[in-house]
């Protein structure tokens, strides 16, 4: 139970995250079952979604489970949400990076940076998950398992290990699509100058899809303000705790999941649809 608040308060706060976990799972669980299905879907920059989606499907997964109470259950939730969760944000810094090396650099190479790609996700993620186990952190952490938050070392931990990355990842990836649209910005004003309606119609193609990739980095700062923001609340004014604060907490980290596969949908189907077309 979280300190502060009413048993039925925590309850409604674990059906809120199974719920919302159950709505995302399947909104991921249908881009995987979409990248194995369709070959059109078979390139890189898709790769790294399915991963994302991957990564998402499973963190969902293990929310499903409500609260497991102690014991090795537990311990498995929080030390698999939190590797999963913070490969889900890592996999976004990779499409942010690939889009950048592709538009901004005219580089042709990403596709061998994969194995790259897979040992920084991967690896960090492991790590991060890692140093929480070293101090004995996972355990009860209010309405399911995760890093325990009832000590000022616990909090640290948490942010350290995934608050501190979350909102560099964040940064980086608002960094990188400013570039991008503003180049192909440019491009599309050079393609007009030049009266070049084919290089427009390429631009504008390219202008509409960045639009939609442009909504990650929004996506997840929707995710996790309300996260974050409790957080620093529970730090500062630990004995206030804020029952409406734990539920956008909850309810936007969850959904906003489904949020991001929504806009994965459009721009696969777009990608389907031309393929056949």
């Not at 909104?27 to 998402?56: A, M, P």
């Not at 490969?87 to 976004?92: N, R």
């Not at 996700?121 to 492991?126: A, E, K, T």
Request: neutral net charge; hydrophobic residues 50%; proline residues 2%.
């Amino acid at each position: 139970m979280i300190r502060g608040l009413s048993a039925q308060q925590t309850e409604t706060l674990t059906t809120i995250n199974v719920l919302a976990s159950a709505f995302s799972f399947a909104g991921s669980g249908f881009i995987v079952l979409c990248y194995l299905l369709f070959k059109e879907l078979r390139k890189f920059s898709f790769q790294l979604v399915f991963y994302l989606s991957l990564s998402d499907l499973l963190c969902s997964f293990f929310n499903i489970l409500g609260d497991p109470g102690k014991g090795f259950l537990c311990y498995v939730q929080g030390y698999a949400t939190q590797f999963f969760s913070v490969a889900s944000f890592l996999w976004t810094t990779t499409i942010a990076f690939t889009l950048h090396r592709t538009v901004v650099k005219h580089k042709t190479d990403v596709e061998e940076l994969g194995p790259i790609f897979h040992l920084y996700v991967w690896g960090i993620s492991l790590i991060l998950a890692i140093i929480p186990s070293i101090g004995n952190d996972y355990g009860q952490a209010g309405a399911w398992c995760w890093v325990q938050n009832e000590t000022v070392a616990g909090k640290v931990v948490r942010f350290i290990t995934f608050y501190v990355p979350l909102w560099g990842a964040i940064l980086f990836n608002g960094v990188v699509y400013f570039q991008v649209i503003r180049m192909l910005n440019y491009a599309t004003r050079m393609a007009a100058e030049m009266s070049d309606r084919q290089r427009q119609v390429e631009v504008k193609a390219d202008v509409k899809a960045m639009n939609r990739w442009g909504y990650y980095p929004l996506i997840l700062i929707g995710s996790w303000a309300f996260g974050t923001i409790n957080r620093i609340h529970d730090f500062v004014a630990p004995h206030e705790q804020l029952f409406w604060l734990h539920c956008l907490d909850v309810g936007t980290s969850a959904l906003m999941i489904l949020a991001r596969k929504i806009v994965l949908e459009e721009s696969w189907f777009h990608e389907i649809r031309g393929s056949s077309g």
